[in-house]
């Protein structure tokens, strides 16, 4: 007899499939029906997981802003604060560089305390500025966010987790990049999809041979618990 863990899943790189197709709609109805709690931890501005959440029907358990925001279904936690983040990308468009967004900007629109940055846009005079101004630069191949070096993903999993009342000890994590080993450090089992970068399997305990939405399928099979 097996008891079914709680997950602690990124979004980008994880629950999606690759070249940009989105969410793998084949996880909508295992998360749903997981037999202990699901917490959404990504570096995505705070309407997006909590979107996700609605819409597949998934109890809100959510870290958002890689740790900036967190929601324990309860009450929301705001951990730093967007204007460190704003004064960075002020000084680096100042200086010449887009966020390249676009100008309605819905990456950042909503964004509460950090801000993200087009991976098209130079980084090096960007991580200059955040250093300069204490902050940190964190690239997850999705995105750079400029960010308070503090909060992460790991720290709001622990809130999330003392307030449903589970041990992260006890959770399975999975993800892609250097935003989620501080959740891989957290918890007592963690995976890295194969399209994982460095940071990411070197923290894992597992680097799975299938990618994306594939690699999460396959965690979700060989860790639920008996149903009987
Ligand atoms: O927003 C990003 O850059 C990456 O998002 P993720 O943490 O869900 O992979
Ligand atoms: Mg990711």
Known sequence: MTVTPPLVLDVDGTLTRPEGK???PRLFDPLREWDAPV???????????VALCHFVGLSELVVAENGGVVYTGDDVFFTADRAAAQAVVE???????????????????????EIAVALESPVEPLRE??????????????????????????????RIADHVGFDPETAVAVGDSVNDVSTFELVGRSFAVANADESARVAADEVLEESHADGTLSVLERVRGDTG
């Not at 931890?41 to 705070?46: E, L, Q, S």
């Not at 000084?91 to 305390?113: F, I």
């Open 39 to 49: 917490v959404v931890a990504t570096g995505k501005a705070f309407p997006y997981p």
């Open 129 to 158: 500025i955040a250093a300069s101004r204490g902050l940190e630069v964190v690239d997850t191949g999705y995105a750079y966010h400029v960010k308070d070096a503090n909060p992460n993903k790991g720290t709001g999993v622990e």
């Open 91 to 113: 000084e680096y468009r100042d200086a010449g560089y887009d966020l390249g967004w676009g100008t309605e900007d819905t990456v950042n629109r909503w964004r509460e305390t």
């Open 22 to 24: 989105g969410i793998d």
